[in-house]
């Protein structure tokens, strides 16, 4: 168990440490930041580009299209058993009148080109929304597959090629996001194993002594810890500072309205758990660097 | 306090330092160990405090069989000892006051116990007025008794001093070797490694003599002038 003398002791050597080399501290910190910058902003693309996507989702719906022999007895159990999706938010039974008259609605003036046709043409539909959770291609694809199998229904339509390539784009952002962050993190981990490795060895004579009076490794090697994370924390602090610059100053450069993509009111800054996350890997590169550079270069001792 | 059985080091790939040594050195002793540079003197010492591992026979430090201590065990051991060295091993940018307080500090004990108790020990050694003076502008004879002062801050039961004197010259050797006495004196085992004959005849304590690794013989302790 360590002493409250021995407590003091750690603190006071990782506060005279930042003072001494102040820069060196810094210069760490800062190459923690840009590494948590980059992947911050991946995570900031990501977070926004699914926020559109739900907020694109009420728009994103399943048109399922029903066969005209269909009896309306049959049509209200059809209806039932698609309602009970997992996946459904609401579906809406559009009748062949309903259609019809919409569709004249849609040409306007030009809809006498429809005289001397009837209803009939066309076929009464399921206009189907999916829940926020499902409103994926993968998922949207499953309720259509379950769909084409249901007796009763003919075709069913989606927006398939353009969710399709959104999602690929999804994808994309995501494999940047991980792909790039792991290099960097890695390249961090480095320099700061570097940078503790620095400072053992500028600490080598007093880290010797220390080792000969008898004191404990933990002892040692907690100070070195303790600054690793606090350059991790820093670090995070200091990305996450930039990132809410950048957001801000790239919002408010941007019409209220971004015409069909959104409205600017609806891109958002990290979500709570995405700061968490920035700030944890901060805290895990720090410590995770120092404590396999004390790995390293304890042991010869 | 202090018991070897056959005791052997070699270091790689096959420079035997110590073979077969036998050494009892009990609570309260004085000893020296003699011998020619290359003897085996430092790394006799160095097995003690555990800075080396032999290579085979046992080594026994108050009640402990140091091969067989974990990290912490060999912690708690060196807080037992104290340790001077020829080249006093202290840390340039501290003062004198902080080179003695660290090493009570790093022990748990209070900074501020850790400061007075390592003032006043310096006073003892005759350094009260240099106490805030940094190595480099010490003697050396002032640069080892802050060394001796550290070695005795946490109130040792073992006192090893490799080449205490090697930088010093004769009157400050002998002033350091009375300090060594006054410590033995208060019932602290202590073992000094030297090379310097001129020691052994001046202070009349047990002497063990080492030569290519081997124990070649020693003097009993003896009274002054015998």
Not at chain 1, 114 to 124: F, N, Q, T
Not at chain 1, 210 to 225: E, S, T
Not at chain 2, 175 to 193: D, N, P, S
Request: net charge positive; with cysteine.
């Amino acid at each position: 168990m360590m002493k409250w003398a021995q407590i003091a002791f750690i603190v006071r050597r990782v506060l005279k440490s930042f003072r001494e080399v102040f820069w060196t501290h810094l210069l760490t910190s800062g190459t923690m930041a840009v590494t948590l910058f980059i992947f911050g902003g991946f995570l900031l693309i990501q977070e926004n580009l699914q926020g559109l996507l739900k907020g694109w989702g009420s728009r994103i719906q399943i048109f399922a299209y029903l066969e005209t022999s269909v009896p309306a007895a049959d049509t209200e159990s059809l209806l039932a058993r698609v309602n009970s999706y997992p996946e459904i938010e609401r579906s809406r039974f559009v009748s062949q009148k309903e259609a019809w008259d919409g569709f004249k609605r849609s040409l306007g003036s030009q809809s006498g080109v429809l005289e001397g046709l009837s209803a009939e043409i066309l076929p009464a539909s399921l206009e189907i929304t999916l829940k926020t959770a499902y409103r994926s291609h993968g998922a949207l694809a499953e309720v259509v597959k379950r769909l084409r199998a249901e007796k009763g229904i003919g075709e069913v339509e989606y927006p398939e090629e353009w969710m399709e390539k959104f999602g690929l784009v999804l994808l994309g952002v995501q494999w940047a996001q991980w792909v790039l962050g792991g290099f960097l993190f890695a390249a961090t981990l480095l320099i700061i194993g570097n940078t503790v490795k620095l400072a053992i060895l500028a600490r080598k004579d007093e880290i010797e002594i220390m080792q000969l009076v008898g004191a404990r490794r933990l002892l040692i090697k907690a100070p070195f810890v303790l600054e690793g994370m606090v350059q991790g924390l820093l670090g995070a602090g200091l990305a996450v500072l930039c990132l809410w610059q950048l957001f801000v100053s790239l919002t408010s450069q941007l019409p209220a309205s971004l015409g069909i993509l959104a409205e600017r009111a609806q891109l958002q800054f990290l979500a709570p758990d995405s700061l968490l996350l920035l700030v944890g890997l901060g805290w895990v590169m720090g410590t995770l660097g120092s404590l396999l550079s004390l790995r390293r270069f304890l042991k010869r001792w | 306090m202090v018991h070897l059985f056959t005791v052997s080091k070699i270091y790689p790939p096959s420079y035997p330092a110590l073979t077969d040594i036998q050494l009892d050195i009990e609570k309260g002793e004085f000893v020296f160990l003699s011998g020619p540079s290359g003897a085996g003197k430092t790394t006799l010492l160095k097995l003690l405090f555990r800075e080396e591992e032999a290579t085979d026979g046992q080594v026994v430090v108050n009640g402990r069989n140091v091969a067989r201590l974990s990290n912490k065990g060999v912690a708690r051991l060196r807080q037992e000892i104290g340790l001077v060295f020829q080249d006093f091993r202290l840390l340039a940018r501290l003062t004198a006051l902080d080179n003695v307080a660290l090493a009570a500090e790093v022990v748990g004990m209070a900074r501020r116990e850790s400061r007075r108790k390592a003032f006043h020990l310096l006073r003892e050694l005759g350094l009260k007025d240099r106490h805030n003076a940094k190595p480099p502008a010490l003697s050396g004879g002032e640069q080892q008794r802050v060394a001796i002062a550290r070695a005795l801050v946490n109130d040792p039961l073992l006192v090893l001093a490799d080449e205490p004197t090697g930088n010093l010259d004769p009157e400050m050797a002998d002033e350091t070797m009375r300090l060594f006495a006054q410590m033995h004196q208060r019932g602290t085992t202590v073992v000094v490694a030297t090379h310097n004959t001129g020691l052994l005849e001046r202070f009349h304590h047990r002497v063990v003599l080492l030569q290519q690794g081997r124990v070649a013989g020693g003097r009993k302790e003896c009274p002054a002038g015998v």
